[in-house]
């Protein structure tokens, strides 16, 4: 009993020793293949041109990533779709209904089929044409609303825009 327990040390202090290793040499492996990629890499991030942005680039990107401004186009794209809603209660209402009956024993079968067709309209429903009336200001409201945060942003980033420039100019200038 003793010889199986001295004997599972050695194998066991062996084992951990091969595991240690292993993991000593991926570890190693990796970080200096992890090196000779930045190496490799940073090459082409300081090879790159400068970013030039003109106007219409610095505006598209502004507009393309603000979230006021997106949140403000899903808004009207809803207010849109409630208005179309509205304009569905207003048309008349068709519905149409059909079924088939077959019954019959040991003396025979017998089919029977019915269908149906009903048209409603109302005539003088003023809560119908009220309620398509708020959707379609309350769309028209968002529209508006989108083209005054619009405004706002377009006339934030021209005075970012012209501080950018003043701060260039003053840079070449200092460097002169």
């Known amino acids: 009993?003793?010889?199986v327990q001295t004997c599972a040390l050695p194998i066991s202090y062996a084992i951990k020793r091969r595991v240690l290793r292993y993991v000593y040499y991926m570890?190693?492996?990796h970080i200096f293949s992890l090196f000779l990629i930045s190496l490799f890499f940073s090459g082409f991030v300081f090879a790159q041109e400068p970013l030039v942005l003109d106007w219409d680039?610095?505006?598209?990107i502004a507009f393309e990533n603000n979230s006021s401004l997106k949140s403000k186009k899903l808004a009207i794209e809803e207010y849109r779709y409630k208005y179309l809603a509205g304009l569905n209660d207003y048309y008349p209402k068709i519905s149409l209904s059909h079924?088939?009956?077959?019954?019959?024993?040991?003396?025979?079968v017998s089919n029977s089929v019915?269908?149906?067709i009903n048209a409603s309209e109302k005539i003088f429903d003023l809560r119908t044409l009220s309620s398509i009336k708020i959707r379609?200001?309350?769309y028209e409201k968002m529209i508006l609303s989108y083209a005054l945060e619009s405004s706002g942003l377009r006339d934030?980033?021209?005075n970012a825009f012209m501080t950018?420039?003043?701060a260039q100019e003053k840079i070449i200038v200092n460097s002169k």
């Open 1 to 3: 009993m003793t010889g």
């Open 27 to 29: 570890v190693i492996k």
């Open 57 to 60: 680039k610095c505006r598209e």
């Open 99 to 108: 079924s088939l009956r077959r019954s019959g024993g040991v003396s025979g």
């Open 114 to 116: 019915s269908a149906s």
């Open 136 to 138: 379609k200001f309350s």
């Open 156 to 158: 934030e980033l021209a």
């Open 164 to 166: 950018l420039l003043v």
